[in-house]
């Protein structure tokens, strides 16, 4: 079993910048493919960015390219989503997510992961 704790979301700005962090616990986590994904009420969860193995480059859907950077450190069992030139748009609780490796075709899909954070939410605002 992994678990999975979110932290870092706020109230920022139009044009400001936050970062999210996920910590782990897991004996194996460095073998797993971990994502994060965001959710507003009333709309289905959402693919941000992904790590498919610890020696992958991440992914990103295209809202993220550009502005969030997703980075991994496996010796500490973190991973952090880096958020820049925020709009309101990205208004949303983020998850953290991870499982045994994935393949490519199902990093973007949400139901691929077994396990999930409880969700910091993110406000940009002004």
């Known amino acids: 079993q992994v678990t999975l704790v979110e932290s870092g979301g706020g109230m920022v700005p139009p044009g400001g910048s936050l970062t999210l962090s996920c910590k782990a616990s897991?004996?194996?986590?460095?073998?797993?493919?971990v994502g994060w994904f965001r959710q507003v009420p009333g709309s289905e969860r959402e693919f941000v960015a992904a790590?498919?193995?610890?020696?992958?480059?991440?992914i990103y859907a295209d809202s993220a390219k550009g502005r969030f950077t997703m980075i991994r450190d496996n010796a500490k069992n973190t991973v952090s989503l880096q958020m820049n030139s925020l709009k309101p748009e990205d208004t949303a609780v983020y998850f953290c997510?991870?499982?045994?490796?994935?393949?490519?075709?199902?990093?973007?899909?949400?139901?691929?992961?077994?396990?999930w954070g409880q969700g910091t939410q993110v406000t940009v605002s002004s």
């Open positions: 790590f498919k193995s610890y020696n992958s480059n991440p």
């Open positions: 997510a991870a499982d045994a490796r994935l393949i490519t075709s199902s990093l973007r899909v949400s139901s691929e992961y077994d396990y």
């Open positions: 897991g004996r194996a986590f460095r073998t797993y493919t």
